[in-house]
């Protein structure tokens, strides 16, 4: 029995002849915020893969809660409460924003969860939360990139997840706009829900992490509080450069 409410024993994930993901093993509790860095090509984006089922394990198990979770197709852990958002954020553009959010909601409903006026009250208070809710009835289209980040957010948070993983959500943001992702990811943790950011912004992962765990060429090379994993020479080395 595991304490953890996300336990990955030993993963290991190949592509042909190379190993993009070698024996990781970790551990995160519920309503933890993590932080997970690296190099490019270390293994990251493949790892959240790994865990929201995009792709499944060669090796090793991945427990959610007490559940082995590791080839449980992703729609299935969706409904368990693992959700994404993307690096690229890629809406239905036809639809308006409102309308990109009650797509998720549909998927939830089959849960009995929210249905008709339900779904389009809860949208709209989800929009409120993300500060989106004057452009409900907009193209989505038509908004910015932070605009975008937000709205990412929003249909992640529209399947009432218990574990979010953040894959660079504020990638090419301003300094203002990565404060204004920064305080919504904040206060989602201080709902409840357990936060996994990857991000290269080390400014913006070091404050918000708890936790931080540090790849390279697809190992786990460190981990710990942000102060221990800045100062780790391993870390240094491999994804600072010094």
């Not at 993300?130 to 990139?145: H, I, V, Y």
């Not at 991000?199 to 509080?225: D, Y």
């Amino acid at each position: 029995m595991t304490t953890a409410q996300l336990d990955l024993r030993g993963i290991s994930k190949r592509f042909g002849g190379f190993t993009a993901l070698s024996d990781v093993t970790m551990g995160i509790r519920k309503g933890e915020r993590i932080g997970l860095i690296g190099p490019n090509g270390s293994g990251k984006t493949t790892l959240m893969s790994c865990i929201s089922g995009s792709l499944f394990v060669n090796e090793g198990s991945i427990h959610f809660g007490e559940r082995d979770i590791s080839q449980v197709p992703a729609h299935r852990r969706a409904r368990l409460g693992i959700a994404r958002s993307f690096q690229i954020p890629r809406p239905f553009r036809s639809m308006t924003v409102l309308e990109n959010l009650l797509v998720p909601l549909e998927y939830v409903a089959e849960r009995g969860t929210f249905r008709g006026a339900g779904a389009r009250d809860k949208a709209m208070a989800i929009l409120t939360d993300m500060g989106l809710a004057s452009k409900a009835d907009k193209p989505s289209g038509n908004m910015t990139q932070v605009e975008l980040r937000k709205l990412e957010l929003a249909r992640a948070m529209a399947a009432n997840p218990q574990l979010l993983i953040c894959d660079e959500s504020m990638a090419g943001l301003s300094t203002a706009e990565v404060e204004e992702v920064l305080a919504i990811l904040f206060r989602l943790n201080g709902e409840g829900i357990t936060v996994i950011m990857i991000e290269h912004i080390m400014q913006a992962v070091m404050r918000f992490s708890q936790r931080v765990f540090c790849l390279e060429a697809g190992k786990l090379i460190c981990e710990g509080t942000p102060t221990e994993v800045v100062a780790n020479p391993h870390v240094q080395r491999a994804y600072l450069g010094t």
